[in-house]
């Protein structure tokens, strides 16, 4: 069971690039890391995934060092309403049971 | 396609009553998951179904029941409300595309039990 760490907070202002770096180091070889994002009141939103190295697509980039125990969410040039939670999970598919949230890291952006 | 929905988007119950929560989605998703959020927490795995006829316990399945007739059906059932149930209750689906975990999720269900 690959459990995550993530900061509980962080802030940043409009305009910078937001790096929010999860920690799984238990991580099993047929894992994915998934990264949602959630506004208040709203289910949770898929933003990114990948399995190694670097993935981009048009709202973020994901990186992942060689040993995959810990990943790397970049938001580049935030606005407020980048303002939201977000989760880092590590899993697959077979393991559907074993999928935990944990408690995100709430991210505040700042005019 | 309307994705995944969810009803009712409100409801107060008194403990000991009975409800079902109701979940369904048109993206002709194998899998699908019911998860509880309680405030300033993340999302707990209550019960999922990776196909119709198929469930299984999550991480807080104590208190629920499900069933899964159906691909675009997966409604959740509470036989005896209590405090402990006050949640927001989300329901998601996805495909099995290869190991991965892209879920989508409904707009969810805001449970008060008094």
């Known amino acids: 069971l690959a459990k995550t760490t993530q900061p509980i907070s962080m802030d940043s202002y409009e305009g910078q690039e937001v790096n929010i770096t999860c920690s799984h180091n238990?991580?099993?070889?047929?894992?994915?890391i998934t990264w949602y994002q959630q506004f208040p009141s709203q289910g949770p939103r898929f933003i990114i995934q990948?399995?190694?190295t670097k993935v981009t697509n048009e709202v973020a980039s994901l990186f992942i060092p060689a040993d995959r125990k810990s990943s790397t969410l970049s938001l580049p040039r935030v606005s407020l309403s980048d303002t939201a939670v977000y989760y880092c999970?590590?899993?697959?598919?077979?393991?559907?049971?074993?999928?935990?949230f944990g408690s995100g890291t709430r991210l505040s952006i700042r005019p | 396609n309307a994705g995944v929905t969810q009803t009712p988007k409100f409801r107060i119950l008194k403990i000991g009553q009975s409800m079902t929560l109701q979940c369904a989605q048109d993206?002709?998703?194998?899998?699908m998951y019911w998860y509880r959020q309680d405030p300033g927490m993340g999302l707990k795995l209550i019960y999922y179904?990776?196909?119709?006829?198929?469930?299984d316990k999550g991480e807080v399945p104590n208190g629920y029941n499900v069933s899964r007739s159906t691909t675009e059906d997966f409604p959740l059932r509470l036989e005896l409300a209590a405090p402990s149930q006050t949640s927001v209750y989300f329901c998601?689906?996805?495909?099995?595309?290869?190991?991965?975990?892209?879920?989508?999720f409904g707009p969810g269900t805001r449970l008060t039990v008094l």
């Open positions: 238990n991580i099993a070889t047929n894992d994915y």
């Open positions: 993206m002709n998703h194998n899998y």
């Open positions: 999970l590590v899993g697959e598919d077979s393991s559907a049971s074993k999928i935990i």
């Open positions: 998601a689906s996805s495909p099995p595309s290869g190991g991965t975990n892209e879920q989508f």
């Open positions: 179904s990776v196909g119709a006829g198929i469930t």
């Open positions: 990948g399995y190694k």
